[in-house]
């Protein structure tokens, strides 16, 4: 599938029926759990209706999560992208990765990505983010991708306040 975003050493491209493997291990994963939720999703069949709401968010919006592979050798590590919420105001960003892939700057370099998208492609004036409170990493991969943060909120129908940045 074509990409969508490219970097230096990443590509983002929408999410496929043939990625349900990489999806339920990404999903089922310690660090999404922990940090993002659990979506229930514990077969490469419940995998594949994840990615069929992903599919529909796209055709819905015209951008959506997508699966971030590194360019070096196409293996994917993770997923990010656009969303929007009925929670929020704004489109937020966000991305999740694999456990191998972390301390390497990919969240860092894919959300700079789709922030640069979100502003010039989609022509959008603001973008948010919300990341669990503890979630240090993501935090400050927040920060140093010129969102600011703004307040600790509930948001209606999560379990815990989320840190809610906007750019």
């Known amino acids: 599938m074509a990409a969508i975003l490219e970097t230096a050493r990443l590509t983002a491209e929408p999410v496929a029926a043939a990625?349900?493997?990489?999806?339920?291990?990404?999903l089922t994963s310690r660090g999404f759990v922990?940090?993002?939720g659990d979506r229930g999703v514990r077969s490469d069949?419940?995998?594949?209706?994840?990615?069929e709401r992903l599919q529909a968010h796209y055709r819905d919006h015209g951008f959506g999560m997508w699966l971030?592979?590194?360019r070096a050798d196409a293996e994917p590590v993770g997923l990010?992208?656009?969303?929007?919420?009925?929670?929020?105001?704004?489109?937020d960003v966000g991305y999740a990765f694999l456990e191998s892939?972390?301390?390497?700057?990919?969240?860092?370099?894919?959300?700079?990505?789709?922030?640069?998208?979100a502003q010039?492609?989609?022509?959008?004036?603001?973008?948010?983010a919300i990341t669990s409170v503890g979630n240090l990493a993501s935090r400050r991969v927040l920060e140093k991708v010129g969102l600011r943060f703004v307040d600790v909120r509930q948001l209606p129908g999560w379990d815990e306040p989320s840190a809610y940045y906007l750019l």
């Open 68 to 70: 971030v592979r590194r």
């Open 45 to 51: 069949a419940d995998a594949l209706a994840y990615i």
């Open 34 to 36: 922990e940090n993002i």
């Open 101 to 117: 892939a972390w301390g390497q700057g990919y969240a860092q370099e894919i959300a700079a990505a789709c922030l640069r998208y």
């Open 19 to 26: 990625d349900a493997p990489f999806m339920r291990a990404l």
């Open 120 to 128: 010039a492609v989609l022509g959008l004036p603001a973008v948010a």
């Open 80 to 91: 990010a992208g656009l969303l929007k919420r009925e929670v929020l105001e704004h489109v």
